[in-house]
């Protein structure tokens, strides 16, 4: 039962490196999510993709790109990583439930990405 | 726009007593969903109970329930008959209607510890 799985799991890079965080279910979902969680803010929503070949901006999407070129993975991208992009990269996929809305989301194990 | 507020940055509860996690939500809609998640030290998150707003029964999962009061928009988890295992982060989210069902919002957390 891999569920939702995310590469790498730990990175420490420099400012202005870029890299790739990728995520994989294998669930079916349609929907999948990249958030990031800092302490006390709870998660943020970067970017979330409603099916294949498409995406859409969250809360926090200034920095990031995405990629959905096949429906089971979500790539999240770091152009020019900074500092202030130090934080825990959650992954997560849903479907739409019953109901329209019961669907929870599953999520990956969390990246911790360090920006030196 | 859409909101989740946990007002309890930390909370402490004695082994075996019941602990109540408070959330409230804003939103104009009348038709949404309300999730809680636990984060253990070890960082996965764990889906633990949902409430639909048309729900007209409390929702109950084993030692979990939610009492949910939408005159008042709130949706807080309680926990009976605590365990060490509980200590943990707790997150409420909201996921919106159908037109913007994409979105799940999260609130800041509640970091729970349960004394022995």
């Known amino acids: 039962n891999a569920g939702v799985t995310q590469t790498p799991k730990f990175r420490v890079l420099k400012t202005g490196q870029s890299m790739t965080l990728l995520c994989a279910q294998d669930m079916n979902h349609e929907y999948m999510y990249w958030y990031r969680q800092d302490p006390g803010m709870g998660l943020r929503l970067i970017h979330y993709?409603?099916?294949?070949?498409?995406?859409a901006k969250g809360e926090v999407p200034d920095g990031y790109n995405v990629s959905r070129l096949k429906k089971q993975n979500f790539l999240l991208g770091l152009e020019s990583a900074a500092p202030s992009q130090t934080s825990v990269y959650f992954c997560a996929s849903s479907s739409l439930g019953e109901r329209w809305n019961t669907g929870e989301l599953f999520f990956g194990e969390g990246s911790r990405l360090t920006v030196l | 726009a859409q909101k989740i507020t946990q007002t309890q940055p930390g909370m402490f509860v004695q082994e075996k007593e019941a602990v109540t996690l408070d959330c409230t939500y804003d939103?104009?809609?009348?038709?949404?969903?309300l999730f809680w998640y636990k984060q253990p030290s070890s960082g996965e998150m764990i889906f633990l109970i949902y409430?639909?707003?048309?729900?007209?029964q409390n929702a109950t999962e084993g030692r979990y329930s939610l009492n949910f009061q939408k005159a008042r928009k709130s949706a807080n988890l309680v926990i009976s008959a605590s365990q060490l295992g509980d200590s943990a982060m707790y997150f409420c989210?909201?996921?919106?209607?159908?037109?913007?069902?994409?979105?799940?919002?999260f609130g800041s957390g509640t970091k729970l510890n349960v004394k022995p």
């Open positions: 409430q639909g707003s048309y729900d007209q």
């Open positions: 939103t104009s809609d009348p038709s949404y969903g």
């Open positions: 989210a909201m996921r919106p209607p159908r037109y913007n069902f994409n979105k799940f919002y």
């Open positions: 993709s409603v099916g294949e070949g498409t995406t």
